[in-house]
T-cell receptor, first 114, second 112 residues
Framework: AQSVTQPDIHITVSEGASLELRCNYSYGATPYLFWYVQSPGQGLQLLLK??????LVQGIKGFEAEFKRSQSSFNLRKPSVHWSDAAEYFC????????????FGTGTRLQVTL | EAGVTQSPTHLIKTRGQQATLRCSPISGHTSVYWYQQALGLGLQFLLWYDEGEERNRGNFPPRFSGRQFPNYSSELNVNALELEDSALYLC???????????FGDGTRLSIL
């Protein structure tokens, strides 16, 4: 069965600094990978997805992620963080060759200092 | 375009009662998913409905059940409520099994 690991529970960055959130997955074939963001009291918003093709994917709000098969990673990056980016970020993998039945990581809580 | 809508926003029940949560998918989406986000347990897949059929379920007891209606909206029913059922229940929808899921804001279920 697939699994997702987000090794960082909590990250603090200064506004304007760059950000990288780590995600490692365990999956036998080419996975369907996602990053979602959750603000307090709200649902999940899709930031970006990787299904196939170009390993560098662009998302909303200036985020990007790079799929690295050799490292089983799908790290999320942003060159300059804004205070409004403070939220919890979840990496997820879809069930066998699909985007259904998502398995989520435990999340990384991002705090942004001014 | 309206997003995924869930009702009610909050639901308070006591142990042993039954709860019904509702979800309306994005227009044109035929797949509906349910997830539980419980404190300390993270986001866990509950159920997947597509074209009115249950396609997959997560590792939850049978007292968690649901259905999908002809208009693709869905209900999640939880019977014989237990304290550990307290959680945020999130509904998501997608156009197909190979399309990204879009989430609603959830129903917070509290068991007293």
């Amino acid at each position: 069965a697939q699994s997702v690991t987000q090794p960082d529970i909590h990250i603090t960055v200064s506004e304007g600094a760059s950000l990288e959130l780590r995600c490692n997955y365990s999956y036998g074939a080419t996975p369907y990978l996602f990053w979602y963001v959750q603000s307090p009291g709200q649902g999940l918003q899709l930031l970006l997805k990787y299904f196939s093709g170009d390993t560098l994917v662009q998302g909303i709000k200036g985020f990007e992620a790079e799929f690295k098969r050799s490292q089983s990673s799908f790290n999320l990056r942003k060159p300059s963080v804004h205070w409004s980016d403070a939220a919890e970020y979840f990496c997820a993998v879809g069930a066998t060759g699909t985007a259904s039945k998502l398995t989520f990581g435990t999340g990384t809580r991002l705090q942004v200092t001014l | 375009e309206a997003g995924v809508t869930q009702s009610p926003t909050h639901l308070i029940k006591t142990r042993g009662q039954q709860a019904t949560l509702r979800c309306s998918p994005i227009s044109g989406h035929t797949s509906v998913y349910w997830y539980q986000q419980a404190l300390g347990l993270g986001l866990q897949f509950l159920l997947w409905y597509d074209e009115g059929e249950e396609r997959n379920r997560g590792n939850f007891p049978p007292r968690f059940s649901g259905r999908q209606f002809p208009n693709y909206s869905s209900e999640l029913n939880v019977n014989a409520l237990e304290l550990e059922d307290s959680a945020l229940y999130l509904c998501a929808s997608s156009q197909d099994w190979d399309q990204p899921q879009h989430f609603g804001d959830g129903t917070r279920l509290s068991i007293l």
